[in-house]
């Protein structure tokens, strides 16, 4: 038989196994800035505001002495569709500018030029672009010419101006050459 001492006994107990707990690692105080960061530099129209925050937590993380990855991947990633945007911005600015030069200078009315047909009023503006130009016929430059005779024209009264969008409106080129013809032989002088 053998003999066990109390004092070995309570060496041997599954208390005595664990080893005594240390104090907790240091952890980073703005790692959740980081992530915060992160997602948001992900989302289009929030990434300014992820790039901001990514940054501030970059910078105060390694103050800490912390290397916050969630921050640097958030201000790269932000920084990027930071620049993303602005080229988008400039671009669709400088689509838009030129759209409304260009309603300014044709006027009131449909205008097809090229492969884009700018829809033109005095408040606002439209243009949709064709993904092929339409085809060209036989009657486009008696149709551009008579057009051009229209916006030269100088309709005073009603009736006539009804006349000329009536001929226009139903593409009628004979009509408009003679309601123009008529009215260009009532010129003064």
Request: proline share 6%; with cysteine; glycine share 8%.
């Amino acid at each position: 038989m053998s003999h066990t001492d109390p004092s070995t006994a309570s060496n041997l107990s599954p208390a005595a196994a664990t080893p005594p707990v240390g104090p907790e690692a240091p952890h980073d105080p703005f790692r959740v800035f980081g992530i915060l960061g992160f997602v948001l530099s992900l989302i289009a129209i929030m990434n300014i505001a992820g790039l901001i925050i990514s940054i501030i937590a970059l910078v105060r993380s390694r103050g800490a002495g912390f290397r916050n990855r969630f921050a640097l991947a958030g201000t790269v990633i932000g920084s990027i569709g930071v620049l993303v945007t602005a080229l988008a911005g400039g671009v669709a600015f400088t689509a838009l500018v030129d759209a409304a030069q260009t309603c300014a200078r044709l006027g009131t009315g449909v205008h097809v030029m090229g492969s884009s047909t700018y829809t033109c009023t005095p408040t606002s503006f439209y243009v949709s672009v064709a993904a092929q130009p339409p085809a060209s016929s036989s009657g486009d430059e008696e149709w551009a010419s008579a057009n051009a005779l229209y916006s030269e024209a100088t309709c005073p009264t009603n009736a006539a101006r009804e006349a000329l969008y009536a001929a226009i409106s139903t593409e009628d080129i004979e009509q408009l050459c003679k309601t123009l013809s008529a009215r260009l032989w009532r010129l003064p002088g």
